[in-house]
């Protein structure tokens, strides 16, 4: 059974971190791009950052840009994504995403095969 496990959300104060995790199991974790994807309120899923598993690309869009970075383990087929400097605007529910297809560091989720069932952030003012 193919499964993507996103954990690590909770709630933070403005300015702190966090650490989420996306576990995935079932596939071939090498050679995939993993991506991170938010979703708020009433607003349209968007792409945040995402790593090649192979080589080691790292695609960021500008809500993680000097923020938030993304590393992968491949020997625990994890991948993580830290974030600093937490804002309010940046509670949603956050979702890892894999993809084979070559134009995944353009953020469309359709590219995206697999999909974890996502963790909540919330961030106090």
């Known amino acids: 059974e193919v499964q993507l496990q996103a954990s690590g959300g909770g709630l933070v104060q403005t300015g702190g971190s966090l650490r989420l995790s996306c576990t995935a199991s079932?596939?071939?974790?090498?050679?995939?791009?993993i991506g991170w994807f938010r979703q708020a309120p009433g607003k349209e899923r968007e792409g945040v950052i995402c790593?090649?598993?192979?080589?080691?690309?790292?695609y960021h869009t500008n809500s993680s840009k000097g923020r938030f970075t993304i590393s992968s383990d491949n020997a625990k087929n994890t991948v993580y994504l830290q974030m600093h400097n937490l804002e309010p605007e940046d509670s949603a529910v956050y979702y890892c995403?894999?993809?084979?297809?070559?134009?995944?560091?353009?953020?469309?989720?359709?590219?995206?095969?697999?999909w974890g069932q996502g963790t909540l952030v919330t961030v106090s003012s």
């Open positions: 995403a894999a993809s084979w297809n070559g134009g995944y560091y353009n953020f469309r989720p359709r590219q995206y095969i697999y």
């Open positions: 079932g596939f071939t974790f090498d050679f995939a791009a």
């Open positions: 790593i090649h598993t192979g080589d080691g690309l790292i």
